[in-house]
Nanobody, 121 residues
C-alpha cells in the first residue's frame, strides 16, 4: 500500500508565494519521476512540472520562471515552490509519483489527494 499526502495549499494574493509538498509512504522500493499537475474548474488536468530521479526538470510554459520543482529522494518527497502567483494559477494541484513496490517490479503512477490553491485579492 502506497499513499501520497500533499500539503501547503491555501489562499494567497496575486504576486504571493506558496510551497507545496507531497510525501510518499508505504511499501516503496524505488521512485522514478515525480510531478505536479493542476485542474481548474471546468478544465482538464494539465501538467505543471516534472522532475526525474536524477534531477532533470520540465515545466509548462505558463509557469516557467515562476515555479520550481525539487525533490528529496531520502524523504520520498517532491516540492513545488510557486512564486509570483497569478489568479490563473488557481486550481487543485495534484502530485504524481512513479513508484516501484518491489525489486524488478513495474513502476505504477500514484496520485495525491489534491490541494486547493486560490490566488485572489
Amino acid at each position: 500500500q502506497v499513499q501520497l499526502v500533499e500539503s501547503g495549499g491555501g489562499l494567497v494574493q496575486p504576486g504571493g508565494s506558496l510551497r507545496l509538498s507531497c510525501a510518499a509512504s508505504g511499501s516503496i522500493f524505488s521512485i522514478n519521476a515525480m510531478g505536479w499537475y493542476r485542474q481548474a474548474p471546468g478544465k482538464q488536468r494539465e501538467l505543471v512540472a516534472t522532475i526525474t530521479r536524477g534531477g532533470s526538470t520540465n515545466y509548462a510554459d505558463s509557469v516557467k520562471g515562476r515555479f520550481t520543482i525539487s525533490r528529496d529522494n531520502a524523504k520520498n518527497t517532491v516540492y513545488l515552490q510557486m512564486n509570483s502567483l497569478k489568479p490563473e494559477d488557481t486550481a487543485v494541484y495534484y502530485c504524481n509519483q512513479g513508484i516501484r513496490t518491489r525489486d524488478w517490479g513495474p513502476f505504477y503512477n500514484y496520485w495525491g489527494q489534491g490541494t486547493q490553491v486560490t490566488v485572489s485579492s
